[in-house]
């Protein structure tokens, strides 16, 4: 299941005098570097755990951050690898990353309270919430429902239709959230609502402007109704003190050109974290927070069990697994028994995380990455593997059955697989 952030941009970078650069390749000298780490050292299965992200960090990757909670043997942190590779920074448990896409969940939540108190219809079309003067410029802006824009089948496109991801970095500094929306003025609709399903952010920068709309701001609505209530005092949006670039923010690396040379573009992603997107992404948090939330999502401390059910409800034939802002994901482990999971995702230019949590067996898993999947293809299936595998540690407990990462993750011949 990809949840892949669709605003990534990357910049040419001449001219931007404010934007710190440091052009890092990755050799393989960096494999066989020593690796830091952080972990509970005191678990029972720290042993079995850590190798993994030790794995991920020697394919190339500069860092990684892991929760790992379970009913039995409580919660284990780990980390392998630089939060700032430049001087050798140790990834702590405590920074930062860019939770990408998982932001899309909170929206979600956002639109259900609010449909829980009675304020919004969820079959209802969007101009009822949105201007006239907007829906009339957006190919079904008068047709497609509000829940058509939560599961993705409005057939609204993106301003990023079909074209090159340098071409849209030119002008980050300058780039308004209001820009990714004001694209797609004037574009045609990708099919009738309803009709198909296609992952898009325009859906979910709309479910903001909705919110804004009916609340004031969407943004204060997550500090005051979530991250408050829940006591994530380590997840960063729009309002949260430190903005754009928390200091415990992990460094954030990027892939260009697709040559394999790591930048340090942290100053630039944090301009586009913060200035471009808009209820689809943006959200800042460390990997406790990431699990915190989802564990409260699904056992009902953030709506109640109708709205939970609808925003759980398949959207669309052939994306039974697909939710509203959340992803129901049937895992097999090699034993053959299946774990029903909730997920949420992201990846994009800014970095990689997913969190990943078994109502039934109390198990939660959160795993995030400083660095961007954008032009780098190897790194998100290595992401991929590296939480298939964590997956497989906690349910079968037994190292020597775990494939190398990166290599059998995800294959049915491993004995693991997504059912989805």
Aim: charged share 20%; hydrophobic share 40%; aromatic share 10%.
């Amino acid at each position: 299941m990809l949840t892949q952030h669709r605003f990534f941009r990357a910049v040419t970078f001449v001219g931007l005098s404010l934007i710190l650069l440091v052009s890092l390749t990755v050799s393989s000298s960096r494999a066989s570097a020593s690796i830091p780490n952080s972990s509970s050292l005191d678990h029972p299965y720290a042993s079995l755990y850590q190798p993994i992200l030790n794995a991920f960090v020697k394919k190339g990757h500069p860092g990684v951050s892991v929760l790992v909670r379970t009913a039995e043997e409580g919660t284990w942190d780990g980390t392998a690898g630089y939060a700032r590779i430049e001087n050798k920074t140790p990834v702590q448990p405590e920074h930062l990353f860019a939770a990408m896409s998982c932001t899309k969940s909170y929206t979600a939540a956002a639109i259900f309270m609010l449909w829980e108190e009675g304020l919004i219809d969820l079959d209802a079309c969007i101009d009822r919430y949105l201007p006239a003067e907007m829906c009339d410029q957006i190919a079904n802006g008068h047709s497609a429902t509000v829940r058509q824009l939560l599961i993705h089948t409005s057939g609204i496109p993106d301003s990023d239709e079909n074209r090159p991801i340098l071409e849209l970095m030119n002008d980050l500094p300058a780039w308004r959230w209001q820009d990714n929306l004001e694209g797609i003025y004037g574009m045609p609709a990708l099919f009738a609502p309803g009709t198909g399903l296609a992952y898009r952010a325009s859906n979910y920068i709309l479910l903001a402007v909705i919110l804004d709309r009916l609340t004031g701001s969407h943004a204060l609505f997550f500090t005051t109704r979530i991250f408050q209530p829940l006591g994530l005092a380590d997840t960063y949006y729009k309002l949260e003190a430190g903005l754009p670039r928390p200091p415990k923010m992990a460094n954030l690396y990027f892939d260009r050109y697709g040559d394999g040379r790591l930048e340090n573009a942290t100053g630039e992603l944090c301009v586009m974290l913060f200035n471009t997107h808009y209820g689809s992404s943006g959200l800042l948090a460390d990997v406790s927070d990431l699990a915190r939330f989802i564990e409260a999502l699904m056992d009902g401390e953030v709506i109640g069990p109708e709205a939970l059910a609808q925003m759980t409800a398949p959207a669309f034939p052939g994306y039974e697994w697909r939710g509203s802002g959340i992803a129901m994901i049937d895992y097999q482990d090699s034993l053959g028994r299946i774990h029903r999971c909730y997920e949420m995702a992201g990846s994009g230019a800014e970095g990689m995380a997913q969190t990943r949590y078994f109502p039934a067996e109390q198990v939660t898993i959160s795993c995030a990455t400083n660095v961007g999947s954008t032009n780098r293809p190897k790194a998100h299936e290595n992401f991929y593997a590296l939480i298939d595998d964590l997956t497989e540690a906690v349910f079968t407990g037994r190292n020597e059955t775990l494939p190398e990462a990166g290599q059998q993750a995800g294959n049915s011949s491993s004995g693991r697989t997504r059912i989805r």
